[in-house]
């Protein structure tokens, strides 16, 4: 499956963003989505990520209550809004896909990759 990210933007602290991955075929209604982030200097890292049957989403613990994961299947769409926004929160957002049956956490365990889109919050 072919993965776009888009929505990144400049922000300032405090605000919101929201992130939209849509995916190309008729398989990804069955995939895990998940999205990631690398700020420089960093290792990407796993920020959210929302199973196939759209149960369960899981969050890192420093954006949990600020960022919600959901999907619109027949979209092909799966969203990341992101509200509380924090300088920390800088990075380039990837989305990325497989078919496990649970939120994997290395970008490793991932098949399916979109281009990032950077979001940068600065006042």
């Known amino acids: 499956v072919q993965l776009q990210a888009f929505g990144g933007g400049l922000v300032q602290p405090g605000g919101s963003l929201r992130l939209s991955c849509t995916g190309s075929?008729?398989?990804?209604?069955?995939?895990?989505v998940s999205w990631f982030r690398q700020a420089p200097g960093k290792e990407r890292e796993l920020v959210a990520g929302i199973k196939w049957s759209d149960s369960g989403p899981s969050y890192v613990d420093s954006v949990k209550g600020r960022f919600t994961i959901s999907r619109d299947n027949p979209k092909n769409t799966v969203y990341l809004e992101m509200n509380s926004l924090r300088p920390e929160d800088t990075a380039v957002y990837y989305c990325a896909a497989n078919r496990a049956l649970w939120v994997a956490i290395l970008p490793s365990q991932y098949h399916s990759w979109g281009q990032g889109t950077l979001v940068t919050v600065s006042s």
């Open positions: 075929g008729d398989s990804f209604s069955r995939l895990t």
